[in-house]
């Protein structure tokens, strides 16, 4: 077969697939993929299936060191291509460089690439898909249908079908927190007039934490999909990462690296320990309010791991603006930005406005 790609100039690199992917079906010879619906391997043209390997079920999944991490760089696979020549039928294909795993156009089959160079890190762990295609399309229809400022033609142009199976890069991140802060506990007060007022004293102490994984998406090409809306998934059900779980599945490898996936989580972790300490200082002073609020932060034992979780991801075109669906794999949970509607906004409020108002005078007439 021959390959074909836009930019003549452009040289794709050409990988091999993994062994495991290339095993047939030992009574029609056709692909074996994973089945979200069993969680097993299963031949979809004769039936055929199996158990995913014991071993990788019972392994234990590793919290990794951050600070012993070789490769923590970010990178930009987006602008690379890799041809891959199908162990099944000859095929040969381009493809993106972000991608680990992909379906043969020509026969089906599916080809998973090597997850890591030597300059990259490998995924530690897979969350198994556990919803299904129909599955996730139902969940969708029934999650846009509820949303009432959605205009009609946006509904009807999202297809419930169109949903591809993706397994995205997540880094998660454990961390002890020490925290010293200052800031000032208001005490409510009222007066013999019944006038209410705050009486603020400032307060400085500190603040430990625990923080397990805090999870960040390290595709750049999906952290604003909407699968941050659908989390969580469920990490206790992580098995170790094989080739065999991805198989019928599209894959990606990480952009966000290790140390710029950590400067995420730390914001994430910056946001929480606000919110904590201000109850801290609600409840250890005694306090009805806490504001201004300032603290420095030192963290310790700081361990990740490199998953890939499940994902049905869609996508919908309305007025020259693509809206990206997310379904959690896991969960059947979706999440994703929607158009809206400005007429059935404007209806609603002038409803809402016009029930008011007339609930006013009825209670003026009666009175």
Request: hydrophobic share 35%.
């Amino acid at each position: 077969m021959t390959a074909y790609y836009d930019n003549p100039n452009e040289q794709p690199f050409l990988e091999r697939t993994e062994r495991e992917t290339d095993k047939k079906c030992p009574q029609c010879g056709a692909t074996v993929t994973f089945d979200p619906a069993s969680g097993m391997m299963h031949c979809e043209y004769c039936g055929y299936t199996r158990e995913v390997p014991k071993g990788h079920r019972n392994a234990v999944i590793e919290e990794l060191d951050f600070g012993s991490a070789l490769h923590t760089e970010s990178f930009n696979w987006g602008e690379q291509k890799k041809q891959v020549q199908c162990k099944q039928c000859g095929a040969v294909t381009i493809y993106d460089a972000l991608e680990t795993a992909a379906v043969c156009p020509f026969c089906g089959s599916t080809s998973v690439m090597p997850a890591a160079t030597n300059d990259t890190i490998a995924p530690g762990a897979v969350c198994l898909f556990e919803i299904t295609k129909e599955q996730a399309s139902a969940n969708f229809t029934r999650w846009l249908k509820k949303k009432i400022f959605a205009p009609r033609k946006a509904k009807l142009s999202a297809m419930p079908d169109a949903f591809n199976g993706v397994y995205l890069p997540y880094w998660t991140f454990d961390a002890l927190t020490y925290s010293q802060f200052n800031g000032r506990a208001g005490y409510k007060h009222t007066d013999d007039d019944g006038k209410s007022s705050i009486n603020w004293k400032r307060v400085n102490g500190e603040y430990e934490e625990f923080f397990d994984d805090v999870t960040v998406v390290a595709s750049r090409r999906n952290e604003e999909s909407g699968v941050k809306d659908c989390e969580p998934f469920n990490f206790s059900k992580l098995v170790p990462y094989t080739p065999q779980a991805l198989a019928g599945f599209v894959a990606e490898r990480y952009s966000i690296g290790l140390t710029e996936g950590w400067g995420m989580a730390q914001k994430t972790i910056q946001a929480k320990l606000k919110n904590s300490i201000t109850k801290y200082i609600k409840k250890h002073w005694n306090a009805d309010a806490a504001d201004r609020i300032k603290f420095t932060t030192v963290y310790n034992n700081i361990t990740y791991k490199y998953l890939l979780v499940p994902t049905w991801i869609s996508s919908f075109k309305y007025k020259n603006k693509t809206y990206q669906f997310v379904v959690n794999g896991q969960t059947g949970k979706v999440g994703g930005k929607y158009p809206l509607s400005v007429f059935r906004i404007i209806v609603f409020w002038t409803l809402i406005i016009g029930i008011f108002a007339l609930l006013l005078y009825i209670n003026y007439l009666y009175e």
